[in-house]
């Protein structure tokens, strides 16, 4: 396993107290971002989408325990006040710091909070498995565990950490990750492969249908590694779909992760379209919760979510407890349910992971979406998040 410390150079740290949170990175790089498409985008992601316009950063910044999001004028000072903090340590310019924030909406940043814990933080950057573990830890919100992977191509590393555990959809990339590698590649190739690995990763997980005010993915090249395109972004792909996956299993509440996988269908992006309305369903994240194969829900599913059906397709559910396949259960052949409901509900009730997988006979078009059940543990959490 590789950290994000385990890049030249790069020094970071972290401290969380309470629900309050704040990291540094301190990383020289060329960078590319994806960010947010809720119309109401926080300050930070505002800020921190302007200062990547030159496709190089020196750090970044960022707290949780509050979005800084829907916070006016001030939420913009505040940002751009956090990237000073850096700079200034620096010694280099406020538009080369990148700055992130997650919590509650709403609530102007507590700035002598922030200030004075940079002191502490900033101190004790380092590089050791500790400090990249204290960084990730820093930006959980209602995480159970820190989210990290990494990978090693031709002497090429990546390495990513990143948060989210509610408040997850499928529209960009609905989370904090920041994502960091010693590969030599300009920030206009950065942001065309990350742009690619974020559609079959961060883009393809739903945990309950909301789009986050402050979502962002930061890609970084320190440039010490050469290596081809084709196999960096195959790298990089699977670090960002380890840190996708890492996000549904985490979901707030969550008993099983789902996987949704469409075959044959008329064309690539109505698979993925058709995967991730199902994955999306509260009736179908239900079902998954209480072991109910209820094979008729995720049927209607595909026949509202605007892509090409064919009701002679197949569906067949999958059942895999620690990584391993339990069984596989054909529930429908050529548009024919099979009555095999009480054999699935025996390997749902076993499994800690449920993959449906639907043939839709069409074309060639593939895709996969993951997501997770929808527990009472879900409601718990997030009706008393404020509080």
Partial sequence: MLYITDINRLRCNGIKVGKNGLGVVVCSGNVAGVFTQNAFRAPPVVVTEEHIKKGWIEGIIVNSGNANAFTGKQGIRNAKRMCELLARELKTDVERIAVASTGVIGVQLDMDWIESKFVEVYKGLGSSKDHAMAFAKSIMTTDSFPKIASCEVDGCKIAG???????????????????????????????????????????????????????????????????????????????????????????????????????????????????????????????????????????????????????????????????????????????????????????????????????????????????????????????????
Avoid at 338 to 359: K, P, Q, T, Y
């Fill in 161 to 387: 950490v990143c948060k989210g555990a509610g408040m997850i959809h499928p529209n960009m990339a609905t989370m904090l990750a920041f994502i960091f590698t010693n590969a030599d590649f300009s920030s206009e190739e950065l942001k065309e492969t990350l742009k690619t690995a974020v559609k079959y990763s961060f883009n393809t997980i739903s945990v309950d249908g909301d789009t986050s005010t402050n979502d962002m993915v930061l890609l970084v090249a320190t440039g010490e590694s050469r290596i081809g395109k084709d196999k960096f972004l195959e790298g990089l792909k699977s670090v960002c779909l380890n840190l996708a996956k890492q996000i549904v299993r985490d979901g707030e509440g969550a008993t099983k992760v789902l996987k949704v996988e469409i075959l044959n269908a008329r064309e690539e992006d109505q698979a993925l379209k058709g995967a991730r309305a199902v994955v999306s369903s509260n009736l179908v994240k239900t079902a998954v919760f209480g072991c109910d194969p209820n094979w008729g829900r995720i049927i209607a599913v595909l026949g509202y979510a605007g892509i090409e059906v064919n009701e002679e397709l197949d569906l067949t559910l999958r059942g895999y407890r620690n990584g391993e396949l339990l069984r596989e259960v054909r529930l429908v052949e050529n548009g024919v349910g099979l009555g095999n409901e009480g054999v699935a509900r025996m390997v749902m009730e076993s499994a800690d992971e449920v993959h449906f997988v639907i043939d839709l006979k069409l074309g060639n078009g593939k895709g996969y979406a993951y997501g997770c059940d929808l527990s009472y543990e879900y409601v718990r959490i997030n009706s008393e998040y404020t509080s």
